[in-house]
Every structure is written in structure tokens, then in C-alpha cells.
């Protein structure tokens, strides 16, 4: 069923956002997640009447929740009054009815019409977050008459990305020209770009802000001369109040991008400034005001002033790389530069849907595919989607690669996907010929860490990891460096955590305070991260689980995370490990081995951790232990001797 709610509702000091998936208080953003704010939507569209449990249950979880459906909606609804600061005894908002369910009780204020006033329907929106959870989608013919008006309006997006990529590219000049003499390279100064600030009132363009800055991340990552900080470490900027020198210290950068962007009709103007973070001076700004024109003709000029401005000294296959963006539907680009949004955010449901959207609409563009590859490998790991999900990412990545061979987001993702679903060989030479034209590549020496983690490679590891941290993967979300963990440097594994309160960052701060026998403080994040169920998070409260001797709870949440990981397919044999570790910790011996056989089996030979992992003391005398052992040990040597010669 459609959503009947406006784009922007209100109610006392909040605004929520359905288009950016947002809730807001007084302009500023608030934190919540997917499932609460999908929550509030649906208790919004019914305001004042009741919304049975049962009613939640279909339109916000699916039939085969792999946890407490009761223990889920709790949460939400806990989160959800959290965020804005309401009680279940005296409710200004979310009420409770019996066991019935829930009700919106505020008041709600005036929201923005898509009706004008002569009762013409105005310019039709995306897809809010709701709907796209619910699996709703625009038809194409509801999208035809608006068309030529989107048409204008990506162009005047691709304009406005071109002319950034050119002003923030003609002031760096003097960081990345050869100096005269020797002929020896400047080193260049790092640069941090940030996601553009919104700073109209048309909040349906937030999206733009930070996958702008993302396509223009990409197309200078490319560039061999410049340090560019990734994407996912700028992920947290968005939206907030910039500190530059904090910026600085946290993305160990010298220099930082900072931009704005107003929207009014036909108009959109940008306003930038490059800043030295050290002195905080001005190396460079001004204000472009921007008309619609010339829609794809715009990349291929911006290119050729780009390599002329910076008089770069370009290797052919930087040259090649750095021609004009594939060709792409300006609608479909759209439903792309969207879907990068969500998937920055983490939120890869809604991710897949505008990102499917478009390559609907334009099947011929590498990025999105890779990006939707990504999405899927993503939702079958964290959100248990599987097998399933693991074949569209794989399809999505070689439908991407065919169109653009060397596209390096696609190199990495399959990568990743090679390495979860036991490919660990077949990964690292992708990831190494990457690197060779790629060298700054933080994600790529990162992905390429990883690999060497599953291989039992733990210094090699350790090693591409950090130079993944000094090129500015620094903390990012999800930047776990796990290798410190397998090599026993617990306390350096905890000091190299992301500083978010994530469900997964959670989850390892607990696993490695537990390491360090600090079981109280394992005990509490370890229930906070559950607060967020997930395959990670269910590991953690089974471990949570035998601080407290609730031995029979801790199994039973085992069993289930096991069964549905065999049932659906579910990739990361490493998280399989960590299964094993929890089942020998509650001292079920037989389901221990047994699912540490199935890791090894799927991929996970680090021979070096298995040999000495504490949490695996208790198995070593067990029958088939050993047997386990000498498989991870033979595969572990080949690898060495394949690709360390």
C-alpha cells in the first residue's frame, strides 16, 4: 500500500523526513535507526488510531525473523522513545494499548503538499525509506511525466560535481607538481573531502551531500599524485558541524574540501572552500551559480581542463581512466547517486532498491552495478540474506566488470565477496593488480589485509592494514583490525576500534575486553550491541550469556544463529569461527568442533590463531581436533608458499 504521508511531517519540535529516512529536532538531526524509524512511519500514517502488533509484524518484518519478533519490536519501540525523549507511563507520543499494540498520540503539524493549489499533482518525489522497506516502487510510467524535469536536474548535479571536481583540483596544483632539478616528486599534501552541506530548505537533496563528494572521491582516487581520504571515513561528517582542526587529527590530513549547496528551482549554487587545516587559511574558494544546459557533454570538457589546470604527467592508464564517466540516464543516475547515500549510511535494504531502480533504467552503467553487487554482498552477511543474495552481488559485480574491466570499487567488492564465500585465493591476485595501479588506495590495501587474515597471514596482515589507516581508513565505521586480536594484543586490538557505538563496533569492543577477562564491561556492550540483533550481536549475547552462567540461553541463541546460517547460505567463515569460539566458551565441546570444522572448511585457515587461540583450549584434546588443525595448517602453507615465495 502506498504511503499517504506527505514528504515532511511534523509534530511538536521534530520533523520527520520519510524522503531521507531522517528525524529531526529543532534542524538538528537525530540519531535512529532503520527499523525505529520505520516504526515511527508506520505509527504516523495511522496517527491517533491503533497499530496492532500483528500489523508491525508484516509491514516491517519479514515471516522468518531470525530472532524474538517481540524481542525486536520491544527495541524498537524503546529506541524509538529514546529518540524523542518519551515515556511508555506518561506518553507524549507513543502510546501503548494493552496488548494490542501501539498509537501515535501527537499532534501533528503542517507538512508540505505535493498538491498545489489549482489540485495539479507537483514534482513527484523519490521513494521514502518506508516504502522502499515495504518493497514498493515507483512504476515507470508514474516517473514519465517528470522525466525531462529530472532530466535538467541531474545535469545540473553533474554540472555542479564537474565544476567542484575542476576548483578543487585547480587550487592543489602546487601540492602535486614535480619541482624542477632531480626530478623527484613533491610528496603530496593529503586531502580530506568533505559531504557537502545542504543549505537550502529542500531537504530532498540531502542525498546529494554526501554521494557527490563520494563520485569525487572515486574519480581522484585514480590519480597516483594525490592522497585522497576514502569514503568511508568521511562518512560521519555528514550533517555535522565541522571542527577542521579535529577533522585533521582524526583523517590525519593537511588540507580539507569543504563545500555547500543550495537548490531554488532551475538554480543551484555551490559554494566551496579548500582549507589548510594547520593554519585554517583559505587556499582557495568561491561561489558558482549554475544553469541547466548541455547535459552530457559536461564530463568530457571538465576532464580535458582537469588534466590541462593540474599539467599532470599522467601514465596512459591513468589518462584512460581519468576519460569522461560512462554515459548514463539522467534518472537512472539519480536513483544512483541516492543509493549511495543509503549505502554510506549502512542502510543496504534501501540501498539495493535505488540502486536496482537504476540499473533498471540504464543497465549499461559499471558504478551502479557495482555498487548493488556491494549492497547484496552486504545484506547477506549482516542481515543473513545468504545465498541468495551472495549469487545477485557475484552477477552484479561480473555485469559490472564486463562494462568497465578495470574499475577498481568492482575489483574490491568481488574481492571481499571471494574472501567471504571461501575464494580467498582467487581474491588476492584481483586485489595485488589492483594495488599496482592503484597504490593509494586505502580501501584496496585494506580489502587486501583482510584476505591475509582469513590465510592465517597475520603480519602481512597487520602491515596492509595500517598502511590502509595511514592512507585514511582511519576508525572508519566498521574498520575492524582484527589481526591484533589473533596475534594476542588485546589492549593495541581495543585502541584500534572504531570511536562509534555501532552494533558491530560493540560487539568487538565487548569480544576483546572479554579476551582481557574485564567480564563485567564485556557483559554490558555486549547487551547493548544486542539491542541491535544481528548475526555478530547474537554471538556476543550468547558470550554475554556465560559471564552469567544462563549457559542454556547462550546455546539455544547458537543453535539458532547456526541453523540459520546453513539454512540460508550465509557466507563469512569467520564469523562461523567466532560460533565455534562461543559454543567452547559454554562448554558444548561436540557443536564446537563441529562448527570449526565448518569454518575451516568455507575458508578460514588462519593456522596461527587456531594453533594458539585461548577460547579454544578446551577442544584440543577432543576428538577430530587435530584433524581440524592439520587442514587449516596445510591450506595456510600452500597459501604461503602461492604468494609469498
Same mark, same amino acid.
Given at each position: 500500500?502506498?504511503?499517504?504521508?506527505?514528504?515532511?511531517?511534523?509534530?511538536?519540535?521534530?520533523?520527520?523526513?520519510?524522503?531521507?529516512?531522517?528525524?529531526?529536532?529543532?534542524?538538528?538531526?537525530?540519531?535512529?535507526?532503520?527499523?525505529?524509524?520505520?516504526?515511527?512511519? !508506520?505509527?504516523?500514517? +495511522?496517527?491517533?488510531?491503533?497499530?496492532? =502488533?500483528?500489523? &508491525?509484524?508484516?509491514?516491517?518484518?519479514?515471516?522468518?525473523?531470525?530472532?524474538?519478533?517481540?524481542?525486536?519490536?520491544?527495541?524498537?519501540?524503546?529506541?524509538? =522513545?529514546?529518540?524523542?525523549?518519551?515515556?511508555?507511563?506518561?506518553?507524549?507520543?507513543?502510546?501503548?494499548?494493552?496488548? =494490542?499494540?501501539?498509537?501515535?498520540?501527537?499532534?501533528?503539524?503542517?507538512?508540505? +503538499?505535493?498538491?498545489?493549489?489549482?489540485?495539479?499533482?507537483?514534482?513527484?518525489?523519490?521513494?521514502?525509506?518506508?516504502?522502499?522497506?515495504?518493497?514498493?516502487?515507483?512504476?515507470?510510467?508514474? &516517473?514519465?511525466?517528470?522525466?525531462?524535469?529530472?532530466?535538467?536536474?541531474?545535469?545540473?548535479?553533474?554540472?555542479?560535481?564537474?565544476?567542484?571536481?575542476?576548483?578543487?583540483?585547480?587550487?592543489?596544483?602546487?601540492?602535486?607538481?614535480?619541482?624542477?632539478?632531480?626530478?623527484?616528486?613533491?610528496?603530496?599534501?593529503?586531502?580530506?573531502?568533505?559531504?557537502?552541506?545542504?543549505?537550502?530548505?529542500?531537504?530532498?537533496?540531502?542525498?546529494?551531500?554526501?554521494?557527490?563528494?563520494?563520485?569525487?572521491?572515486?574519480?581522484?582516487?585514480?590519480?597516483?599524485?594525490?592522497?585522497?581520504?576514502?569514503?568511508?571515513?568521511?562518512?560521519?561528517?555528514?550533517?555535522?558541524?565541522?571542527?577542521?582542526?579535529?577533522?585533521?587529527?582524526?583523517?590525519?590530513?593537511?588540507?580539507?574540501?569543504?563545500?555547500?549547496?543550495?537548490?531554488?528551482?532551475?538554480?543551484?549554487?555551490?559554494?566551496?572552500?579548500?582549507?589548510?587545516?594547520?593554519?585554517?587559511?583559505?587556499?582557495?574558494?568561491?561561489?558558482?551559480?549554475?544553469?541547466?544546459?548541455?547535459?552530457?557533454?559536461?564530463?568530457?570538457?571538465?576532464?580535458?581542463?582537469?588534466?590541462?589546470?593540474?599539467?599532470?604527467?599522467?601514465?596512459?592508464?591513468?589518462?584512460?581512466?581519468?576519460?569522461?564517466?560512462?554515459?548514463?540516464?539522467?534518472?537512472?543516475?539519480?536513483?544512483?547517486?541516492?543509493?549511495?547515500?543509503?549505502?554510506?549510511?549502512?542502510?543496504?535494504?534501501?540501498?539495493?532498491?535505488?540502486?536496482? =531502480?537504476?540499473?533498471?533504467?540504464?543497465?549499461?552503467?559499471?558504478?551502479?552495478?557495482?555498487?548493488?553487487?556491494?549492497?547484496?554482498?552486504?545484506? !547477506?552477511?549482516?542481515?543473513?540474506?545468504?545465498?541468495?543474495?551472495?549469487?545477485?552481488?557475484?552477477?552484479?559485480?561480473?555485469?559490472?566488470?564486463?562494462?568497465?574491466?578495470?574499475?577498481?570499487?568492482?575489483?574490491?567488492?568481488?574481492?571481499?565477496?571471494?574472501?567471504?564465500?571461501?575464494?580467498?585465493?582467487?581474491?588476492?591476485?584481483?586485489?595485488?593488480?589492483?594495488?599496482?595501479?592503484?597504490?593509494?588506495?586505502?580501501?584496496?590495501?585494506?580489502?587486501?589485509?583482510?584476505?591475509?587474515?582469513?590465510?592465517?597471514? @597475520?603480519?602481512?596482515?597487520?602491515?596492509?592494514?595500517?598502511?590502509?589507516?595511514?592512507?585514511?581508513?582511519?576508525?572508519?565505521?566498521?574498520?575492524?583490525?582484527?589481526?591484533?586480536?589473533?596475534?594476542?594484543?588485546?589492549?593495541?586490538?581495543?585502541?584500534? @576500534?572504531?570511536?562509534?557505538?555501532?552494533?558491530?563496533?560493540?560487539?568487538?569492543?565487548?569480544?576483546?575486553?572479554?579476551?582481557?577477562?574485564?567480564?563485567?564491561?564485556?557483559?554490558?556492550?555486549?547487551?547493548?550491541?544486542?539491542?541491535?540483533?544481528?548475526?555478530?550481536?547474537?554471538?556476543?549475547?550468547?558470550?554475554?550469556? +556465560?559471564?552469567?552462567?544462563?549457559?542454556?540461553?547462550?546455546?539455544?541463541?547458537?543453535?539458532?544463529?547456526?541453523?540459520?546460517?546453513?539454512?540460508?547460505?550465509?557466507?563469512?567463515?569467520?564469523?562461523?569461527?567466532?560460533?565455534?569460539?562461543?559454543? !567452547?566458551?559454554?562448554?558444548?565441546?561436540?557443536?564446537?568442533?563441529?562448527?570449526?570444522?565448518?569454518?575451516?572448511?568455507?575458508?578460514?585457515? +588462519?593456522?596461527?590463531?587456531?594453533?594458539?587461540?585461548?577460547?579454544?583450549?578446551?577442544?584440543?584434546?577432543?576428538?577430530?581436533?587435530?584433524?581440524?588443525?592439520?587442514?587449516?595448517?596445510?591450506?595456510?602453507?600452500?597459501?604461503?608458499?602461492?604468494?609469498?615465495?
Amino acid at each position: 500500500m502506498p504511503s499517504t504521508l506527505p514528504p515532511l511531517v511534523r509534530f511538536a519540535n521534530f520533523e520527520v523526513d520519510l524522503r531521507a529516512g531522517e528525524l529531526r529536532k529543532e534542524g538538528s538531526k537525530v540519531r535512529l535507526q532503520e527499523q525505529p524509524f520505520a516504526l515511527l512511519a !508506520a505509527l504516523l500514517e +495511522s496517527a491517533g488510531e491503533v497499530v496492532t =502488533r500483528e500489523e &508491525l509484524r508484516k509491514r516491517l518484518w519479514s515471516e522468518d525473523t531470525f530472532v524474538d519478533f517481540d524481542h525486536r519490536l520491544a527495541v524498537a519501540v524503546s529506541k524509538l =522513545r529514546d529518540a524523542l525523549r518519551d515515556s511508555a507511563e506518561k506518553p507524549l507520543f507513543i502510546e501503548t494499548v494493552g496488548r =494490542r499494540g501501539y498509537r501515535f498520540v501527537g499532534n501533528l503539524g503542517p507538512t508540505d +503538499s505535493l498538491v498545489d493549489s489549482k489540485g495539479a499533482v507537483g514534482e513527484t518525489p523519490l521513494p521514502s525509506a518506508k516504502s522502499l522497506a515495504k518493497g514498493e516502487l515507483p512504476k515507470v510510467a508514474a &516517473l514519465g511525466s517528470i522525466r525531462l524535469r529530472t532530466g535538467r536536474l541531474i545535469f545540473l548535479f553533474s554540472v555542479g560535481l564537474a565544476v567542484l571536481l575542476v576548483l578543487g583540483l585547480i587550487v592543489l596544483p602546487k601540492f602535486v607538481r614535480m619541482r624542477s632539478g632531480k626530478g623527484q616528486p613533491v610528496t603530496p599534501r593529503s586531502l580530506a573531502i568533505l559531504p557537502l552541506h545542504n543549505s537550502g530548505g529542500d531537504s530532498r537533496s540531502d542525498f546529494l551531500g554526501f554521494s557527490l563528494a563520494d563520485v569525487l572521491i572515486t574519480k581522484l582516487a585514480y590519480v597516483s599524485s594525490l592522497s585522497v581520504r576514502p569514503s568511508a571515513a568521511i562518512e560521519k561528517y555528514r550533517g555535522t558541524a565541522i571542527d577542521l582542526q579535529k577533522v585533521a587529527a582524526d583523517l590525519n590530513v593537511d588540507s580539507i574540501l569543504t563545500g555547500s549547496f543550495i537548490r531554488d528551482g532551475d538554480n543551484l549554487r555551490i559554494t566551496y572552500q579548500i582549507v589548510d587545516a594547520k593554519s585554517e587559511k583559505i587556499l582557495g574558494q568561491g561561489v558558482i551559480d549554475l544553469k541547466y544546459d548541455n547535459l552530457l557533454t559536461v564530463q568530457d570538457k571538465v576532464s580535458s581542463q582537469v588534466i590541462s589546470e593540474l599539467q599532470l604527467s599522467l601514465s596512459p592508464l591513468e589518462a584512460e581512466r581519468l576519460k569522461s564517466e560512462d554515459a548514463v540516464k539522467p534518472l537512472a543516475y539519480e536513483y544512483f547517486l541516492q543509493g549511495l547515500d543509503f549505502h554510506g549510511q549502512h542502510k543496504f535494504p534501501l540501498a539495493i532498491k535505488m540502486l536496482e =531502480r537504476s540499473t533498471e533504467i540504464d543497465p549499461d552503467y559499471a558504478p551502479a552495478w557495482a555498487y548493488l553487487g556491494a549492497s547484496y554482498t552486504s545484506d !547477506a552477511a549482516f542481515e543473513l540474506g545468504g545465498r541468495e543474495q551472495y549469487r545477485r552481488a557475484q552477477a552484479a559485480y561480473e555485469r559490472a566488470l564486463a562494462i568497465r574491466p578495470n574499475l577498481l570499487d568492482a575489483q574490491m567488492f568481488l574481492a571481499n565477496l571471494l574472501v567471504d564465500t571461501g575464494k580467498v585465493e582467487q581474491a588476492v591476485p584481483l586485489l595485488r593488480d589492483a594495488l599496482r595501479t592503484n597504490g593509494n588506495s586505502a580501501a584496496a590495501h585494506w580489502e587486501l589485509g583482510y584476505a591475509y587474515r582469513f590465510a592465517g597471514m @597475520l603480519n602481512e596482515s597487520v602491515a596492509e592494514c595500517e598502511r590502509a589507516r595511514q592512507l585514511g581508513l582511519v576508525k572508519a565505521n566498521g574498520s575492524v583490525l582484527n589481526t591484533y586480536l589473533y596475534l594476542g594484543e588485546y589492549q593495541r586490538f581495543l585502541e584500534s @576500534l572504531p570511536p562509534d557505538d555501532s552494533s558491530f563496533t560493540l560487539f568487538y569492543r565487548g569480544f576483546g575486553e572479554f579476551h582481557e577477562k574485564n567480564f563485567d564491561q564485556a557483559s554490558k556492550d555486549f547487551d547493548r550491541a544486542y539491542e541491535d540483533p544481528t548475526l555478530y550481536s547474537g554471538i556476543g549475547k550468547a558470550l554475554s550469556d +556465560s559471564i552469567h552462567q544462563r549457559k542454556a540461553e547462550g546455546l539455544g541463541l547458537l543453535n539458532g544463529l547456526e541453523r540459520q546460517i546453513r539454512e540460508r547460505g550465509v557466507g563469512d567463515p569467520e564469523a562461523t569461527y567466532k560460533i565455534a569460539e562461543a559454543y !567452547a566458551v559454554l562448554g558444548d565441546k561436540i557443536s564446537a568442533c563441529r562448527a570449526l570444522r565448518t569454518s575451516v572448511e568455507s575458508g578460514f585457515f +588462519s593456522y596461527p590463531y587456531l594453533s594458539r587461540d585461548p577460547l579454544l583450549n578446551d577442544l584440543r584434546s577432543e576428538p577430530g581436533f587435530d584433524e581440524i588443525l592439520q587442514k587449516a595448517r596445510q591450506r595456510h602453507e600452500a597459501f604461503k608458499r602461492a604468494f609469498f615465495k
